[in-house]
DNA sequence: GGTGAAATCTAATAGGATTTAGAAACATGG
DNA sequence: CCATGTTTCTAAATCCTATTAGATTTCACC
């Protein structure tokens, strides 16, 4: 539920530990917001909610955020943020002579377990992405751009390894992919099925729609 | 002051005749809502901008449709309504002996072809279906059992005559097909891609991914 | 043309939510 | 324990938009 401090945005000029009482609060705040954010989208998120979620009144949301619509964006982009790295760790850890498929294949379990179990951030960046003003999606936007090319690459990669059918269009099938596994967030519910069956099934969907014969 | 047509369902016992200007009118602002719906969402959309587009002003649309709210779940239920009667026809009109996995392949066409082009409705219902308060879903989500149902009966019984692994689990399978093509209203651009590819690669998605070998 | 209902408009109301203002509590170093 | 800056609160202002009220136009039909 919680996602551990991910040092949000920069330390800007804050000169103050990172754990500062201060610091904690904010932190305390914007896991509020994400919270309240993947259950009740962009519409049905007050500031209210928020603060009561947070332990505090709502006008002290403002001593850290600057608008509703900041402490917004903050959360979006830091939901799209923790996926991609997380991602990325994951892969990384991968030896090196690791088949192009099976990166796919950890990438969409990692992808997958992040967004329902780890994180709200991940849930409320991919819930809202489409509902926000337009104004608010230019921060996130380029973090979604980089894990999109992060998908790109890993398609590319393994369709020129011969692993996936020369003639698959990987740029839409990855589009679906992901669009597969973002919409989960809309169905999926822990009390009524297993998350590794959820995200077996994904995998036998990209191993047997994309892979070589 | 009072309500010329059943505000809800469709226009069953109304005695005007069904082109009067007064149904016009409500069609139009039913109309207009969908379009912007299915841009701005559910939060963006105010009854300023519905009434603009339809030409009207916003206290006119209470003529029409008791609140806000009642104007949105009409639209969500419409475009629920509307996609399945597309995707049951198309089938319907397939000759008896036509193999299953051809009609998961018509259905997948008729789907992606009917929310994208087709329909504002159906866009609108997709993209906000998770986004507007409780009391909205209940006549909506109705319409998209009968849908969930319909796509579930195309997959056992494709199953059942062995043209889908035995070993896939089919709901969970079905589940991610159908996110994948609602989330393509959240990135295609008909611009930049072909429709006509788009379907041909969902559907290999499918046929590869669920096929018997 | 006159008449009454239907349809739509202008102008005002109301309620909820964000956002400011300014005071109180708190912590911290001297 | 005092002084000073930080953090949070209460109370109130402001804004936005749905909604209502009441007036006005449109239009079918006599």
Redesign the interface.
């Known amino acids: 539920m919680e996602t551990p401090a991910p040092a949000t945005e920069r330390p800007d000029d804050a000169p103050a530990t990172a754990t500062s009482k201060s610091a904690q609060t904010r932190q305390r705040i914007l896991d509020a917001a994400a919270e309240v954010l993947s259950r009740k989208?962009?519409?049905?998120t007050r500031l209210a909610d928020v603060a009561a979620v947070a332990g505090v009144q709502a006008p002290a949301i403002y001593y850290y955020f600057s608008s509703r619509d900041d402490l917004v964006e903050e959360v979006m982009w830091v939901g799209a943020h923790l996926v991609r790295l997380h991602v990325e760790e994951v892969l990384a850890a991968l030896p090196d002579a690791t088949p192009m498929m099976d990166h796919l294949m950890v990438a969409v379990d990692a992808h997958l377990r992040f967004e329902l179990q780890l994180s709200d951030y991940a849930t409320a960046s991919i819930?809202n992405?489409?509902?926000v003003?337009e104004q608010l999606r230019v921060r996130p936007a380029a973090e979604e751009a980089l894990y999109s090319r992060l998908w790109r690459d890993l398609f590319v990669a393994a369709q020129q390894a011969g692993e996936v059918r020369a003639d698959?269009?990987v740029n839409?099938?990855r589009?679906?992919?992901?669009?597969?596994?973002?919409?989960?967030v809309?169905?999926w519910n822990p009390r009524t099925?297993s998350l590794d069956?959820?995200v077996?099934?994904?995998q036998?969907?990209?191993r047997?729609?994309?892979?070589a014969r």
């Open positions: 989208g962009y519409a049905g819930r992405a489409g509902h003003p698959l269009d839409v099938f589009l679906l992919l992901l669009g597969a596994m973002n919409w989960v809309e169905w099925r069956e959820l077996a099934t994904a036998a969907m990209v047997n729609g994309a892979a």
